[in-house]
């Protein structure tokens, strides 16, 4: 698969160094000011920059008629917009808040756990993201979509980043040198606290779902999700 990589910081570099391992090669970077290499020579793109150039990323690749794999968060006010340039181009688009496997399993069980644990008054639920100090958005994509899976099964009606509104759901979001992404969900009674924790070691289970995100999506038309790439059937 001839890639181009769209942004090429931690997340860029981290799927070079895989992607190469795994036999594709690497015909396009983008850099902040500077481009190595012809975009039009890739199959497919993929896009780790920053949250305002992704939507330029992506508009970019759906209009050259490559499937692209976003995963830069902080731009999701305009997920529709993506979408609907998608559908009118009859493109391939991919995005996902966090690619790792360990951390699609863990919306599914973070889905469940609620719905368990709903009926029982209680247990106040919050979630806590901690990231690297160079994070630009808070809360976190991943955050986002670990509440957005909570709501569907509780009372609260929405969320919010340290609130302390009864209806709200509670985000906590810490900055700490080189933490490459935990994230903590916790129901909170007078009697015992209940905690889910997936705690990301290295940046290579997100470059290595994206790269599986692209081989995925290189030859299918379409929007997906990465419950499509993995398979993940159990949702709640
Ligand atoms: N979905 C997922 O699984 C994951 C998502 N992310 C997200 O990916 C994004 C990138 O993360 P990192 O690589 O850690 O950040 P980073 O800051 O190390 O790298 C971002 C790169 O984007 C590029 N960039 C910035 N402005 C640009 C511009 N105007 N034009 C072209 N390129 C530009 C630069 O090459 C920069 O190095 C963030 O939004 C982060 O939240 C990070 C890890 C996993
Ligand atoms: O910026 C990061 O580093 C990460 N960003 C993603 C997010 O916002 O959820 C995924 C992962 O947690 C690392």
Redesign the pocket.
């Known amino acids: 698969m001839k890639i181009a990589l769209?942004?090429?910081?931690?997340?860029?570099?981290?799927i070079e160094k895989l992607a190469l391992e795994k036999g594709h090669s690497i015909v396009f970077?983008?850099?902040?000011?500077t481009?190595e290499g012809k975009f039009e020579d890739a199959d497919i793109a993929i896009?780790?920059?920053?949250?305002?150039?992704?939507i330029?990323?992506i508009s970019k690749a759906l209009e050259a008629g490559t499937p692209i794999v976003?995963?830069?968060?902080?731009?999701l006010d305009k997920y529709d917009e993506m979408v609907k340039l998608c559908e009118n181009r009859n493109g391939s688009f991919i995005?996902?808040?966090?690619?790792?496997v360990g951390?699609n399993l863990f919306f599914s069980i973070n889905e469940y756990a609620a719905k368990l644990i709903a009926p029982w008054k209680e247990y106040n639920v919050s979630v806590e993201e901690i990231?690297?100090l160079?994070?630009?958005?808070a809360p976190?994509?991943?955050a986002i979509t670990i509440a957005e899976g909570i709501l569907k099964h509780s009372d609260k009606k929405d969320w919010k980043l340290n609130t302390s509104e009864e209806n709200t759901l509670n985000i906590t979001a810490k900055r700490e040198e080189d933490v490459?992404?935990t994230h903590i969900v916790s129901y909170d009674s007078s009697i015992d606290t209940i905690s889910l924790k997936h705690e990301?070691h290295s940046?290579e289970?997100?470059?290595l779902?994206?790269i599986l995100a692209a081989e995925f999506l290189k030859d299918k038309k379409g929007i997906f999700t990465m419950k499509d790439v993995l398979g993940i059937k159990i949702n709640d």
């Open positions: 769209l942004g090429y910081g931690k997340m860029g570099k981290t970077k983008s850099l902040s000011k481009a896009d780790f920059s920053s949250p305002e150039v992704a330029k990323n976003s995963g830069t968060t902080g731009w995005y996902a808040s966090n690619f790792s951390v990231h690297h160079q994070k630009k958005d976190s994509g991943t490459k992404g990301a940046r289970g997100f470059a779902g994206a």
